[in-house]
């Protein structure tokens, strides 16, 4: 197929055009790097062995929107596109309604007026807020905590409207837990801006040296040993899902929702001793208070996923961790130094 790939040089788009030229497919990448480097279109030709075709796009343009997919020939667009930082969402949600659903909508009328009918849409498992239980199957109620998490639950909204009265349209709605890890090579990773607001990096630059000691928020939770369960799954595992679920848009129809995740629950001290043990490197940690809005324990049903894609995770906490510090050790300073 020829594919679209919006938000193709971030950090999960970027793993899937791994697994996605290795099926073979043809791929254009379309990016406004707001949260992402050039340098990554370099390190995906190392990978892949062959040039990358890109568009330096923002999909808030809608004018430039319908002009990449114009005449593109595209077979189907993958759409990571997106602002992410739940905090960030916080204090400026305006951009993150105009950034994620506005550009969403761009997006989903280029490709109505293009004739392109076949997209992967990314989507969190922050739509289940605070679950009523867990493992979290499909079917849990849908209640979101903060701005970031309401935009990917309209955009869910928007791409069932659009399903509902297209006939030919089909969407694979994507709801991914906590992605960690990076491709075995070490090119590629996780390079966030800033302070990392997520664990894992966090650990990373623990770990390497750029931070002195890791914040553990909350030692009181009602879990295992009195810190957040979440469902870590390892990215080239979800680089490898949305390949699965192309090839179940085209074999069985009109489209699905599922999770991403492994099904199992880890807590931040187990993640910290997995990285110890891969990295060969301490991580000092303080636990301070729970942050706001944090929620005690969240994991998947994967089951679904299994069921529709033929898919399920396969790489293990161990070799998440062993890849982020892969990633991390050979480019200490992220793409910067690159
Ligand atoms: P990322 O920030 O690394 O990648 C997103 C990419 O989209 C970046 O390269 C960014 O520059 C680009 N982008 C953003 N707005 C754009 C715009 N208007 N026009 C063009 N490009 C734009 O994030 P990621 O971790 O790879 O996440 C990919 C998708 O998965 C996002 O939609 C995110 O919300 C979703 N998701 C991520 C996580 C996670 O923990 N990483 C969890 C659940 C869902
Ligand atoms: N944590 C720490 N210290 C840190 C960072 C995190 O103790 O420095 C803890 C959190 O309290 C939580 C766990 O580590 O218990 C995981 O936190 P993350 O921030 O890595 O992940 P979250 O599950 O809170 O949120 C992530 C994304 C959201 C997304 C959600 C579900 O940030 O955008 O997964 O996909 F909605």
Not at 72 to 86: E, I, Q, R, S, T
Not at 198 to 219: D, E, S, T
Not at 222 to 247: E, K, M, Q, S
Request: contains cysteine; glycine residues 12%; aromatic residues 8%.
């Amino acid at each position: 197929m020829r594919i679209l790939v919006c938000g193709g040089s971030g950090y999960i788009g970027s793993h899937t055009c791994v697994v996605l030229a290795e099926r073979g497919h043809d791929l254009v990448l379309a990016d406004n790097f707001s949260n992402s480097s050039p340098v990554v279109l370099e390190r995906l030709q190392a990978i892949t062995g062959a040039p990358v075709a890109f568009r330096q796009v923002d999909l808030r343009d809608r004018a430039a929107t319908f002009d990449l997919l114009a005449g593109g020939g595209f077979d189907a667009v993958l759409h990571f596109a997106a602002l992410k930082a739940v905090g960030e969402s916080c204090e400026r949600p305006l951009d993150y309604f105009e950034n994620n659903i506005g550009g969403t909508l761009h997006l989903l009328q280029a490709m109505q007026a293009a004739g392109v009918k076949r997209l992967v849409f990314s989507s969190s498992a922050t739509v289940y807020g605070d679950p009523d239980r867990v493992p979290v199957r499909e079917d849990a109620p849908l209640r979101v905590t903060n701005p970031y998490g309401r935009t990917k639950l309209v955009m869910e909204q928007l791409i069932g409207d659009l399903v509902a009265t297209d006939p030919g349209f089909q969407a694979g709605v994507l709801r991914y837990f906590n992605p960690v890890g990076a491709h075995s090579s070490g090119l590629i990773g996780e390079d966030p801006s800033g302070p990392p607001n997520n664990l894992m990096p966090y650990i990373c630059q623990v770990a390497v040296g750029r931070r002195p000691r890791l914040n553990v928020f909350g030692g009181d939770w009602p879990t295992v040993d009195g810190t957040g369960v979440r469902d870590y799954i390892h990215v080239v595992d979800l680089a490898r899902a949305h390949a699965d679920a192309l090839d179940a848009l085209v074999r069985d129809g009109r489209g699905f929702t599922v999770n991403l995740g492994t099904g199992q629950g880890v807590s931040v001290l187990q993640l910290v001793q997995a990285f110890e043990r891969a990295s060969g490197r301490p991580v000092p940690y303080d636990l301070v208070p729970r942050r706001a809005g944090d929620v005690a324990e969240v994991y998947a049903d994967p089951a679904l996923a299994q069921q529709l894609l033929g898919w399920r995770a396969q790489l293990d906490v161990d070799a998440m961790c062993r890849d982020a510090w892969r990633w991390q050790s050979m480019n200490p300073e992220g793409y910067g130094a690159g």
